[in-house]
């Protein structure tokens, strides 16, 4: 199973565009990259997913490059709202274990 | 019309109880997982079952004892509780493995 790395934390400020990478050396072939949010006090939520090139749905965008070492969640002109914590999940087809990360957690600021 | 729902919130008790936090989904789902969130918020999976049939179980110990009468409901009872126990306990449920997880709001279990 591919072990994630993600920044510990970032702010940012309203309406800014945020990135946040994440690190995952080892994906196997056949793994998707997930992203979850989680809110305080409630339980993570899928945001996006992606294989390779660029995804965008209405809440974010996630970027992989072609090696697919690492992938880059967007999202545009954040709110106070997107206070949360990320997390980036690799996984495959088939599989009934995730392994999340330490995740990122986002502030923002007005 | 709550997807995954867990009952109950809140769970206080004493080192040595027994306790059983509940999970059921109405989506349709075949596979749901237990998840425990302690308080450095790292989440971690516990179990994972399929049908019914458990698939994982990740070096939890033999306290924790999952159950699922049917592919909507998996059940979390706690054996002799410690105060290591501790910690958010999350339920999700998916489409088979692999896929999109939907989870529950969470139930905060405090053993004093």
């Known amino acids: 199973l591919a072990k994630t790395t993600q920044p510990i934390s970032m702010d940012s400020y309203e309406g800014q565009e945020v990135n946040i990478t994440c690190s995952h050396n080892n994906i196997a072939t056949n793994d998707y990259i997930t992203w979850y949010q989680q809110f305080p006090s409630q339980g993570p939520r899928f945001i996006i997913q992606g294989y390779k090139t660029k995804v965008t749905n209405e809440v974010a965008s996630l970027f992989i490059p072609a090696d697919r070492k690492s992938s880059t969640l967007s999202l545009p002109r954040v709110s106070l709202s997107d206070t949360a914590v990320y997390y980036c999940?690799?996984?495959?087809?088939?599989?009934?274990?995730?392994?999340f990360g330490t995740g990122t957690r986002l502030k923002v600021l007005a | 019309d709550t997807a995954v729902s867990q009952t109950p919130k809140y769970l206080v008790t004493q080192m040595g109880n027994d306790k059983s936090i509940k999970c059921e989904q109405n989506l349709g789902h075949d596979t749901m997982y237990w998840y425990k969130q302690d308080s450095k918020k790292f989440l971690k999976i516990m179990f994972s079952y399929n049908n019914k049939e458990l698939i994982i179980n990740e070096t939890v110990p033999n306290r924790f004892s999952p159950k699922s009468p049917d592919k909507a409901h998996l059940n979390l009872h706690i054996n002799s509780l410690e105060l290591g126990d501790s910690a958010v306990y999350f339920c999700?449920?998916?489409?088979?493995?692999?896929?999109?997880?939907?989870f529950g709001p969470g139930t905060r279990l405090t053993v004093l």
């Open positions: 999700a449920s998916a489409r088979g493995g692999g896929n999109e997880q939907f």
């Open positions: 999940l690799p996984f495959s087809s088939g599989t009934y274990k995730y392994i």
